[in-house]
């Protein structure tokens, strides 16, 4: 399975972005999937994760009523909608992909994923 995710860039303190992630795996549509960051001298941490359907969602308290999670099963494409972006929101953002799940599940621990995309900045200025 290849991740490859874009979107990223720079953008001011209150403004949007849209990340995308496209996926080649033929088992898209159950597979759970996840967006992550990691800040320079930080650990990556989980921003969000998505089921196989949609249907269930978890958030990062740090960005809960800020960013979306969604997917379009039939591009094979997840995306993640950040708005009201703050500067501690800069990181290299990844998406992610836990094939051993089941229906309605969301994967919310590191070790749980499989394969990783390579990554897309975004930086927020103030």
């Known amino acids: 399975v290849q991740l490859q995710a874009s979107g990223g860039g720079l953008v001011q303190a209150g403004g949007s972005l849209r990340l995308s992630c496209a996926s080649s795996?033929?088992?898209?549509?159950?597979?759970?999937m996840g967006w992550f960051r990691q800040a320079p001298g930080k650990e990556r941490e989980l921003v969000a994760s998505i089921s196989w359907s949609g249907t269930r969602t978890y958030y990062a308290v740090s960005v809960k009523g800020r960013f979306t999670i969604s997917r379009d099963n039939a591009k094979n494409t997840v995306y993640l909608q950040m708005n009201s972006l703050k500067p501690e929101d800069t990181a290299l953002y990844y998406c992610a992909a836990d094939e051993e799940t089941v229906s309605g599940q969301v994967s919310t621990t590191r070790e749980r994923y499989d394969y990783w995309g390579q990554g897309t900045q975004v930086t927020v200025s103030s």
């Open positions: 795996g033929r088992t898209f549509s159950r597979t759970v």
